[in-house]
């Protein structure tokens, strides 16, 4: 990021879902009674999006309730929260649908 001007700051940016319930899979036991395995019954999940500052390194975090564009939206205006003085904020997205919405535009 050396030929960014320094009133100028870029961010790579990515969100990711964090299941909440045990993950279940395969396990060896004797012949006989089952193993009890608790659960909550419900699939619940909180979503991160996060930016890296290209220059220093440093991240911005955002917790929500699901990946999507509600969430995704808090991200940039906390980045301008971040760089008030910033004159251009470049963010690097991928190609995930929530950031094509309107809200977003």
């Known amino acids: 990021m050396t030929h960014l001007p320094t009133s100028e700051v870029a961010v790579w940016e ?10 279940l899979g395969q396990d060896w036991m004797l012949r006989g009674p089952q193993k009890p395995v608790f ?6 999940k ?16 955002i917790e929500g309730r699901r990946k999507d564009t509600a969430s995704f939206v808090l991200l940039p205006w906390e980045l301008t929260q971040r760089y008030p003085r910033a004159k251009k904020i470049h963010v ?3 190609s995930s ?3 094509t919405t309107r809200p977003v535009r």
């Open 46 to 61: 909180r979503s991160l999006a996060g930016a890296q500052d290209a220059r220093t390194k440093d991240l911005i975090v």
């Open 39 to 44: 659960t909550s019954g419900k699939s619940e």
């Open 14 to 23: 990515d969100e990711i879902d964090i299941p909440l319930n045990p993950k």
């Open 92 to 94: 690097d997205l991928d």
């Open 97 to 99: 649908a929530i950031h």
